[in-house]
C-alpha cells in the first residue's frame, strides 16, 4: 500500500484528481458540496490491476482549514502536489509544501491541473514556473504531469508515474500507534476510529488505551479499505472497531497504542528548523500551535542557548504544552504562529519530560545522551521515554558509565573504611543502602567484593571464605526455631554476628540467611492471599512459634519486603 497525501493551494483541483483516479468523490460533508470546497480530510483508494493499492487522504487547501490538513499528513509515503496550471504556484501551495518538507517527507508528484483550458505554450510556460520552485528541493527531481479531468489519458500517465515512485520501506519500531484522524459510531457496530498505523502491527483482540486520557477497551475489527483483517501492518490506512469506549470520549488527536508503552508528557526539548523566508525571527514572544500526528497543541516556547532563531537556521527549544502528549524522540511536528497565522518552523522531538534546567539544558536524541543526564534509569522507564529495548546493567537498571563508576568508588570507600573499624559488623547490608548505591554493588567483580547473605564483603572478609564454627551449623539447622542464645558464650556468639554468619534480631539469633528463607515463605502466602497474611498464617507456614515469627515478620517489614496493615502483612515496595 502506498499512502498519498494530496497537497495545494485551495480550489487547484485536488478532490477532482482524487475522484478521477479513484472514483470516489471524498467531499462528502453537506456544507463541502455546497461550497465546492474540502473541509475535512477525504480518504480513497484504487487497486491496480497487479493488487497494488494507492491510498489516497484528500486535503483541504484553505487556510482556514490547514489544521484538518496537518491532522491528514503524518506518516505518508508521498505527496500529490497540486497546481492549478493557470494560476500557478499560490500562498497556500508554498505553506503545503513546506509542511511536507518539514515533515521529512520525500517523494512525490507533481499534477498541473486544468490543463484542458489552456494552449500548450502557456502550459510550458506553467511548468517552467513550477520547475523553478521545485530546484533544490525535495521534489526537484519529481515527474511533473499536465492533468485534466477531462481528459483520462492524462489521469492514466499520472497513475502511471505515481505508481512509478519507489518509497523506502516502513521503518518497524517496537510500539505501534494510531494519531486518530476520524471518530464515529456505527449503528450494530459501535465505536470506529480511523488513522495511519505507525511503526508496528495491531491485531484483533489486542487491550489498547486511548491516550491522552486513558481511556482502556480492546480492539474488536480491524478494517484496512474495506477488507476486514486479523492484523494490520504499519503503514496502512486502518478504520478500527474498539469494544469498551464511546466514542464521545474520542476526539481528533488522540493516540491509540498498547497500554503501558507510552508515557504522557507536556515538555518537550526539541530542534526547530525555522523557515527560510519568514519576515522575523523566532523568539519567546508570541503565540504557538504545534501540530503532532493529528494532534494541535498550545505551547509555550524557551529558547535553549540562544535569544532567537534567524530564518533558515536551526535551534534548540522547550516547549511548555498546554495538555500532555504520547510522543517519541525523533517525531516530527509543525510549530504555528496564530498571530500572524503562518507556518514558522518544523520540528523534532529529542527528549520528553527533560531531566535538566532549562539554563543547563543540552537536549540530543540518543539513548546515551539521555542516560548520561539522568545516571541510571530502569529499562521500563527507557522503554516509556523512548521505545528502546535496553539490556540492563544489573537487575532492571541501566547506568550511565559515570554514574556507575562513581557509585561503585563510593560503596568500596565505604567498605574499605569500614572493615577497618573491627567492632562494627563487618560487610554492608544492601538493605540499608541508597537503591543506586545497592544496584551498583552489584556489579562488582568477584575479586573486588561479594554478596552474601544481603551483605557485601571485601571477598577475603566474606563470611565464607572463613572457617564456620560448629555452632553456626547448629542454627543452621534449625532455621525458624533457632537454639537458646543463653545455652552459648556471648563474645562468641557477638563474633560469630560480626562475622555475618549469624543475625540478631532483638536479642534472638538466627543463621544468616533465614531472613531470605523467610522471604521466600512470605512471597509465597502473598501469592496466594494478595489482601495480606496474618502473623499466625506466617508462623504456621513456617512451622515454628510466634516468639520467633514476631521479629522475623519484623526484620522483613524493616527491609521493606512487607508492610504492616492493621493486623496483615501485604505486600512491601522489595518483596
Ligand atoms: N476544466 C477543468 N476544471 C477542473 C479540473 N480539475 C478541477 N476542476 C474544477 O476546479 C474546481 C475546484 O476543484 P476541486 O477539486 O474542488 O479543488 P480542490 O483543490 O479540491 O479545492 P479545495 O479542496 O477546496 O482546496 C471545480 O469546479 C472543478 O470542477 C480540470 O482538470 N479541468
Ligand atoms: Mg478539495
Redesign the pocket.
Known amino acids: 500500500m502506498t499512502l498519498i497525501a494530496?497537497a495545494?493551494?485551495?480550489?487547484?483541483?485536488?478532490?477532482?484528481?482524487v475522484?478521477a483516479l479513484t472514483g470516489t468523490n471524498t467531499?462528502r460533508l453537506e456544507e463541502e458540496k455546497r461550497r465546492?470546497?474540502?473541509i475535512d480530510l477525504g480518504f480513497a483508494h484504487s487497486t491496480g490491476s497487479a493488487g497494488e493499492v494507492l491510498s489516497f487522504i484528500?486535503?483541504?487547501?484553505?487556510i482556514r482549514f490547514l489544521r484538518n490538513m496537518l491532522a491528514g499528513v503524518g506518516g505518508i509515503d508521498m505527496c500529490l502536489l497540486?497546481v492549478d496550471a493557470r494560476e500557478g504556484w499560490m500562498p497556500q501551495t508554498q505553506e503545503h509544501f513546506d509542511i511536507l518538507r518539514l515533515l521529512g517527507v520525500q517523494h512525490g508528484v507533481v499534477a498541473l491541473?486544468?490543463?484542458?483550458?489552456l494552449s500548450e505554450a502557456e502550459r510550458e510556460d506553467a511548468r517552467l514556473l513550477v520547475e523553478m520552485q521545485l530546484e533544490d528541493t525535495f521534489l526537484s527531481d519529481a515527474p511533473i504531469v499536465e492533468?485534466?479531468?477531462?481528459d483520462e489519458s492524462s489521469i492514466e500517465l499520472l497513475r502511471q508515474k505515481i505508481l512509478s515512485i519507489v518509497h523506502a520501506p516502513r521503518q518497524i519500531k517496537s510500539r505501534p500507534r494510531i494519531w486518530i484522524d476520524r471518530v464515529f459510531s456505527l449503528t450494530g457496530v459501535g465505536t470506529v476510529v480511523t488513522g495511519t498505523l505507525l511503526d508496528a502491527s495491531l491485531t484483533v483482540g489486542a487491550d489498547i488505551t486511548i491516550l491522552p486520557a486513558g481511556h482502556k477497551g480492546r480492539i474488536r475489527q480491524l478494517h484496512s479499505h474495506n477488507h476486514e483483517l486479523e492484523t494490520s501492518e504499519p503503514g496502512s490506512r486502518v478504520a478500527v472497531n474498539v469494544h469498551g469506549i464511546s466514542h464521545n470520549d474520542i476526539n481528533r488527536g488522540d493516540v491509540l497504542v498498547l497500554p503501558e508503552q507510552w508515557m504522557l508528557s507536556n515538555t518537550l526539548d526539541v530542534e526547530l528548523h525555522a523557515l527560510p523566508y519568514l519576515a522575523h525571527s523566532i523568539t519567546r514572544r508570541g503565540h504557538f500551535l504545534m501540530y503532532i500526528g493529528s494532534d494541535e497543541v498550545e505551547v509555550s516556547l524557551r529558547l535553549i542557548q540562544a535569544e532567537s532563531i534567524a530564518p533558515g537556521t536551526t535551534a534548540k527549544a522547550r516547549l511548555y504544552l498546554q495538555h500532555p502528549i504520547a510522543v517519541a524522540p525523533q517525531d516530527k511536528f509543525i510549530l504555528r504562529e496564530t498571530g500572524r497565522d503562518e507556518t514558522v518552523a518544523g520540528g523534532i522531538v529529542l527528549d520528553i519530560d527533560p531531566v535538566l534546567r532549562l539554563t543547563k539544558a543540552d537536549p540530543q536524541y540518543d539513548v546515551q545522551h539521555l542516560l548520561d543526564e539522568r545516571g541510571m534509569m530502569n529499562t521500563n522507564e527507557l522503554f516509556l521515554r523512548t521505545g528502546v529495548q535496553a539490556t540492563p546493567t544489573v537487575d532492571d537498571v541501566i547506568f550511565s558509565s559515570a554514574m556507575l563508576t562513581a557509585a561503585k568508588a563510593e560503596v568500596f570507600h565505604m567498605l574499605n573504611s569500614q572493615s577497618s573499624l573491627a567492632s562494627e559488623l563487618q560487610g554492608i547490608d544492601l538493605v540499608g543502602l541508597p537503591d543506586h548505591l545497592a544496584q551498583a554493588a552489584r556489579t562488582f567483580r568477584p575479586e573486588e567484593a561479594v554478596i552474601e547473605n544481603g551483605r557485601l564483603y571485601l571477598p577475603e572478609l566474606a563470611p565464607s571464605q572463613k572457617q564456620t564454627h560448629p555452632l553456626v551449623q547448629e542454627f543452621i539447622d534449625a532455621l525458624f526455631t533457632p537454639p537458646d542464645p543463653n545455652a552459648f558464650d556471648r563474645a562468641l556468639l557477638r563474633r560469630l554476628v560480626q562475622e555475618g554468619h549469624l543475625l540478631n534480631l532483638d536479642g534472638i539469633f538466627f543463621a544468616s540467611h533465614t531472613l531470605d528463607r523467610a522471604h521466600a515463605v512470605v512471597k509465597d502466602l502473598l501469592t496466594q492471599h494478595p489482601d495480606g497474611i496474618t502473623t499466625s498464617a506466617f508462623r504456621e507456614a513456617a512451622n515454628t512459634t510466634r516468639k520467633y515469627a514476631v521479629p522475623l515478620l519484623e526484620a522483613l517489614d524493616a527491609r521493606g519486603i512487607t508492610r504492616r496493615r492493621g493486623d496483615l502483612r501485604i505486600t512491601g515496595p522489595r518483596l
Open positions: 494530496t495545494g493551494h485551495v480550489d487547484h483541483g485536488k478532490t477532482s484528481l475522484e467531499d465546492g470546497l474540502t484528500d486535503v483541504p487547501g484553505h497540486v491541473t486544468k490543463c484542458d483550458l492533468t485534466s479531468i477531462h
